[in-house]
């Protein structure tokens, strides 16, 4: 029987599974749904939906440049052992270098883009690589970072990949002073670069909590508003990778370290892995006690 759009469809919605497989599936079994969904499982592409539902809050953090453009992506596994599979390890490379060629506005948008050399769409892709590989994969975020004349990339991967940082450096081509401020932001983990990337609002809610808390240590008020300054400038020595201290040379400052080189901090980016997500937690004993009772 002619197999049709609707039904390709249909069966990549419940297995998961590729364009292309999907249509040879139901071409194999002419066109019989459950006979094709069979058709994956046994080929063992079909693993991808039934994974659909676990918490995959491992992975790696990557980043890749390519002349003037780079990329820094991080895709997440289930399990840190993944991580380390040479086919995982690929994957995130080519996923990176599908993200840089093809500059997607964000995740939605580069898994509905053609994946190179496929036929089919990179999320498609990555659900192939979910049936070879065994666990759910996801591409969580990315940025694309681009650099004029005059401006260098500092990249950082800490852990194997466990965390990654693309930093952006104004007045220099030196790309190891760059990797430096990389490292540090790996190391230390500032939220803004400069004290003039901090809301009003944020600082206002810092300046009543610090001037509270001096109020209730029992200050003098006429003391408390130089106490407060005071508390807030080492509040931005903690959030601004300008105020800290340098990993690599704790007397000077990010920001006058830089300076001093002729150089400014324009932005970084650092992404550590499943930061924010719940992580699954197996109870080892359970899961032992489960497989007996089914024995």
Not at 20 to 49: P, Q, S, V, Y
Not at 167 to 185: F, P, Q, R, Y
Request: proline letters at 1%; aromatic letters at 6%.
């Amino acid at each position: 029987m002619a197999i049709t759009a609707s039904m390709v469809k249909e069966l990549r919605e419940k297995t998961g599974a590729g364009m292309m497989d999907c249509k040879k599936a139901l071409t194999e079994t002419d066109g019989d749904m459950e006979k094709a969904i069979d058709f994956l499982r046994e080929k063992g592409i079909a693993k991808a939906a039934k994974k659909a539902d676990r918490v995959a809050a491992e992975g790696l953090a990557h980043v890749k440049v390519d002349g003037n453009r780079a990329v820094i992506v991080e895709i997440n596994s289930e399990t840190d052992f993944v991580s380390k599979n040479e086919n995982f390890i690929n994957l995130v490379d080519t996923v990176a270098t599908h993200i840089l060629k093809n500059s997607p506005a964000n995740v939605e948008e580069a898994l509905t883009q053609n994946f190179e050399g496929e036929g089919d769409t990179l999320n498609n892709y990555i659900n192939n690589q979910i049936a070879k590989i065994g666990e759910k994969i996801s591409l969580r975020r990315f940025e694309i970072v681009e650099r004029a004349d005059n401006q260098a990339f500092g990249e950082y991967i800490h852990m194997g990949g466990r965390i990654g940082v693309l930093a952006l450096l104004d007045g220099t081509s030196d790309e190891s002073l760059a990797k430096d401020i990389a490292m540090h932001v790996a190391a230390i983990n500032p939220k803004y670069v400069s004290r003039d990337e901090v809301s009003e609002e944020e600082v206002s809610r810092e300046r009543e909590v610090l001037k509270q808390q001096a109020l209730n240590e029992g200050k003098p008020e006429k003391i408390v508003e130089k106490m407060v300054e005071g508390r807030l400038s080492k509040y931005f020595e903690d959030i601004c990778l300008n105020d800290q201290p340098f990993v690599k040379d704790g007397d000077q400052k990010v920001g006058k370290y830089v300076s001093s080189k002729g150089a400014s901090v324009k932005l970084f980016f650092r992404y550590e892995v499943g930061e924010g997500m719940e992580k699954r937690e197996d109870n080892f004993a359970e899961e032992v006690m489960s497989q007996v009772k089914k024995d």
